[in-house]
């Protein structure tokens, strides 16, 4: 099989990975002690986190953002304005705060040449008193990279927090917090950080005061109301996270690292070139989203003038043994966007550092064959 969905899940993982999962499961707590605090330092420095206490470990993505989103204190008005090319796992929490707190949601539209118009962004901020910006920081669906400093600096500019959804960008493109200058960045562990299922993180930064639940911790046992002396919420606070899962994810990061971020995004980004030269060829098959490859990840959603996507993704895989993956890709919004809600969505392939050319070449001759 060749797997072409490392946007869904990585895969294959580096052998790192289950070892050290496997050493967590099966070796005596006192053997594995201070691996929680080794991993955060870790994947703090990978991130360029300078406030390495600040970040927590979640389940997942998902379950990180609806930690940012349920443990800031809202007042009905509060405006949130995300991008059109969002993740469910972003919207779904502001749909909720829309019913439930009396927040109002802008969706910014997208450029006429890329996955959001600055210039809309501008005036929201400058006219709607925008509590939050939460946007990703490149779309699942396409794979473009919104620009995420650049949309920090302007919220900044008219007073709004920033949350970041990076779970398409870290360990696929460099990220630096300090340098996008997010407020909160959450992040998915199983994708390009090449962890297992179950493990993801936020970031939160020390001028954010987190006021929900999972702040309630921060009063320290035995002191009064009254008191001003708070602890940030630490692992067992937000859910206890799979240990071995972490286990796996520092193992990831570190692999990454020793071959370098940067080698491995243009490694994947010359078979993302490879790819679209090669669809050139193909009146029938349009890709969705800018062709500029220095402003992409590795995934490229594609239709099909005949085919369907879902009929895509099984000719594919049934005849050729290639696993890439058809739908709305937890996207309707994004989907809406690029103007495939009623076409079954799009068939996405997305390479990863074990993904090769010849797995470039049998996908291209097999579209081939379609025609």
């Not at 969706?107 to 910006?133: N, Q």
């Not at 699942?140 to 995420?148: K, S």
């Amino acid at each position: 099989m060749t797997y072409l969905n490392n946007a869904g899940t990585s895969w294959p993982k580096p052998p790192e990975v289950a070892a050290a999962v496997g050493r967590v499961l099966t070796e005596p707590p006192p053997a594995t002690a201070g691996l929680l605090e080794e991993a955060t330092r870790n994947v703090a420095a990978f991130l360029g986190i300078a406030h390495p206490e600040r970040l927590l470990f979640t389940t997942g993505c998902t379950a990180a953002l609806a930690l940012a989103f349920d443990d800031l204190e809202w007042q009905p008005g509060d405006v949130i304005v995300t991008s059109s090319m969002e993740h469910h796992g972003l919207i779904r929490p502001v749909e909720r705060l829309v019913r439930t707190a009396g927040v109002r949601h802008h969706a910014v539209p997208r450029a006429s040449d890329g996955p959001i118009c600055l210039e809309r962004l501008e005036t929201t901020l400058a006219t709607s008193g925008v509590r939050l910006v939460a946007m990703t920081m490149a779309a699942n669906v396409t794979g473009e990279i919104l620009p995420v400093g650049e949309i920090s600096e302007l919220a900044h500019t008219h007073g709004a927090l920033v949350l970041i959804d990076a779970a398409q960008a870290t360990g696929i493109i460099p990220v630096d917090v300090e340098r996008i200058g997010a407020d909160m960045l959450a992040f998915a562990g199983h994708k390009g950080m090449l962890g297992p299922l179950g493990v993801g993180g936020i970031y939160i930064a020390p001028a954010v005061e987190l006021v929900g639940s999972t702040a309630s911790c921060e009063i320290r046992a035995g002191v009064g109301a009254s008191c001003t002396d708070w602890y940030f919420p630490t692992y067992c606070d937000v859910g206890g996270a799979s240990l071995p899962a972490i286990a796996g994810l520092a193992a990831g990061v570190r692999w990454v690292t020793e071959r370098g971020v940067e080698a491995l995004t243009a490694a994947g980004r010359r078979r993302v070139g490879r790819l679209l030269e090669g669809l050139v060829d193909l009146p029938e098959v349009s890709v969705h989203g800018h062709d500029r490859l220095e402003e992409r990840t590795l995934a490229v959603s594609i239709t099909h003038a005949r085919v369907s996507p879902a009929e895509l993704e099984a000719y594919l895989q049934d005849g050729h043994g290639l696993s890439a993956r058809a739908g709305h890709h937890c996207a309707p919004m994004a989907a809406c966007a690029i103007g495939t809600d009623n076409r079954g969505g799009t068939l996405r392939v997305s390479f990863g550092p074990f993904s090769n050319d010849s797995d470039v070449d049998t996908l291209i001759t097999a579209l081939t064959r379609l025609a």
